[in-house]
């Protein structure tokens, strides 16, 4: 693996061999901020992408490598409509993936509640709630094939705040393979805007696969644009792009 700054862009970009690999870095990079700040606030992603980095964080918790106890989360996003212990809800996500295997404190995992009264509140004391915890340490981020980073869809304002949003037509497609039908695709979540991503101390983005290769020199390389909301990540002063050999695939060589 190579470690350099982009010319052009801000990002470090960290290029893997392959998806495991990539999965240990950014667990690594989690257990070095948290064994640094063990109070740390970490922002939390969802998606195929992180399980594996989820897996090596549960076995380096039974190792004995990293502890949680101190530590406060928030995930990124949530469907509208489904409860937490929906098979799609991204709380029971978590827990079947992280949270159920470590030491978090139940009290301070926030996860968006889909099945909130009144979304629209929930979304902006969501926001509070980050704030009043004094911010996210590191936010872990995917991406999606437009270049949505939580569900902030393309087009989406870079000084967007935690809200409820409808979902693209393509992320409704994509993510249909999770449900028995597209039809039970929620139609809208609760996403962290960008603007709230933006404000985390440090960011950290895994992409793997050969689908994410596109989008991914979009985003490192075309000028930031709403359009490609990922591509924005070039504005903020400490993000760390690692990515595996097939996502990387469409940089030229320099980059990495
Ligand atoms: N809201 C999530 C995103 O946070 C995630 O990054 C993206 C990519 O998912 P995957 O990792 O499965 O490609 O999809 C979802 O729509």
């Known amino acids: 693996m190579s470690t350099e700054k982009t010319g052009p862009t801000q990002p470090i970009v960290l290029r893997c061999p392959d998806a495991d690999a990539a999965s240990r870095k950014v667990a690594d990079l989690i257990t070095e901020a948290i064994t640094a700040k063990p109070a740390i606030v970490l922002g939390l992603a969802t998606g195929a992408t992180p399980i594996q980095t989820y897996e090596h964080l549960v076995a380096g918790f039974r190792n ?3 502890d949680f106890r101190h530590a406060t989360s928030f995930n990124l996003d949530e ?14 996500y978590m827990q079947q993936h992280l949270f159920d295997h470590v030491n978090f404190s139940p009290m301070r995992t926030y996860v968006p509640d889909g099945c909130a009264d009144d979304p629209v509140a929930h979304a902006s004391a969501y926001d509070q709630e980050i704030g009043r915890v004094g ?3 590191l936010q872990l981020l995917g991406i999606g094939r437009n270049g949505h980073i939580g569900f902030n869809e393309p087009g ?5 705040r935690t809200r409820v949003v409808d979902l693209a037509e393509v992320t409704i497609k994509n993510n249909a393979r999770y449900f028995d039908s597209p039809d039970q695709v929620p139609k809208k979540a609760i996403t962290m805007g960008i603007g709230t991503i933006f404000e985390a101390k440090q960011i950290v ?3 793997t696969g050969a689908s ?6 979009q985003s490192l390389l075309d ?5 490609v909301p990922a591509s924005l990540l070039q504005l903020h002063s400490s993000v760390t792009f690692v990515l595996d050999e097939a996502a990387a695939s469409e940089l030229p060589d320099e980059i990495c």
């Open 64 to 66: 004995g490598r990293v």
């Open 156 to 160: 989406s304002p870079a000084a967007s």
């Open 79 to 92: 469907y509208i409509g489904l409860e937490a212990k929906h098979p799609q809800s991204y709380r029971y």
């Open 212 to 217: 994410k290769a596109k989008v991914i020199r």
């Open 135 to 137: 911010g996210i340490d």
């Open 205 to 207: 983005m895994l992409a």
């Open 223 to 227: 000028p930031p644009t709403e359009s």
